[in-house]
């Protein structure tokens, strides 16, 4: 799959709704998009690390792209999330989530740590690998 799926299908799904409305389907595919993009995006944070040690990124161009990813991500998960109720229309008080998917979460963020300890160990040099590779 090229990088420019996501952005292609969101921007067919995103003029969907402006013409349709938040359809319950039109809703589903814009998580999917928004999944593929945040997809895409993955590796940005090794990027911005990178770019925090004063090293430069493989690629300027990829780079961006992944910063363009992240940002439709985030867009497209609101719209995908919002609702427009009618005037007057009460909300509901937010409650907390189960324990067992906030313990899912947590194991989900710690899992995480590790991987950037090392990513960050790599990017400062402390390890004796260098990033120019070419």
Known sequence: MRDTTPG???????GAVVLYGLLP???VLLRVVCGLAGITAF????????LMLGQGVDSRASAANKALA????????????????PA???LRAPSTAPQRLQL????GTLAFV??????????SGAAGVRGDHR
């Open 70 to 85: 992240a940002a439709g991500a985030i867009l497209l998960a609101a719209t995908a999330r919002s609702d427009r109720l």
């Open 114 to 123: 590790p991987y950037a300890a090392m990513k960050l160990v790599w990017a």
């Open 25 to 27: 389907p039109l809703r």
């Open 88 to 90: 007057g229309t009460a």
């Open 43 to 50: 590796s940005l944070l090794m990027d911005v690390i990178t």
């Open 8 to 14: 292609a299908l969101g921007t067919l799904v995103s």
């Open 104 to 107: 899912a979460a947590w194991a």
